[in-house]
């Protein structure tokens, strides 16, 4: 069973409902137990009114842009950066091998955290984790950015080969 104490550590806050910690670090493949789902439920709207107003009060743009730098915050790629640098994975309780710890669970699990924090603390206490840990990700897409540089300049698609897949395509 994972180290809830060191669990708490990472996350930089003590919970004064310990119950709402070890659901937050409960995964879903964990049979006949509550699963973090709903904290992630909970979680993801709360990180969205954090970002949404922190973008609001800090920034002139407009609505369109607003959006599109909400993105970066949102995103499934700067959740994951931020339980990296958090290291919450290794305190995940979960039934199956590490293949259940890729793609979305990183992202999940975060989101999960901050719906824990929220209802133990309040919205000030996960606005102040939020504050802490998560970070504006790129999240522009390369490829479609070039296809509109090229589309716009010669009004035509380019044609994309690949040559190799060595940690990327080439």
Do not use: W
């Not at 070890?22 to 879903?28: K, N």
Request: glycine share 8%.
């Amino acid at each position: 069973m994972p180290d809830l104490a060191r669990a708490e550590a990472a996350l930089g806050y003590r919970f004064k409902e310990k119950m709402l910690l070890r659901l937050c670090f409960t995964h879903a493949s964990v049979s006949g137990e509550e699963s973090n789902e709903r904290l992630e439920f909970l979680g993801d709207a709360v990180l969205e009114l954090y970002v949404t107003e922190k973008l609001y009060r800090d920034s002139s743009a407009r609505e369109g842009q607003l959006t599109e730098l909400r993105k970066r915050y949102v995103s499934r790629e700067a959740l994951e950066g931020a339980e990296r640098r958090l290291g919450l994975l290794p305190y995940l309780r979960y039934a199956g091998g590490e293949d259940a710890l890729r793609g979305k669970t990183a992202s999940n699990l975060y989101e999960a955290a901050v719906g824990a924090i929220y209802l133990d603390g309040g919205y000030g206490a996960a606005a102040d984790f939020l504050s802490r840990t998560l970070f504006e990700t790129d999240t522009r897409n390369y490829k479609s950015l070039l296809q509109e540089y090229v589309q716009e300049r010669s009004h035509m698609t380019p044609v994309y080969d690949t040559c190799a897949e060595e940690g990327g395509f080439v």
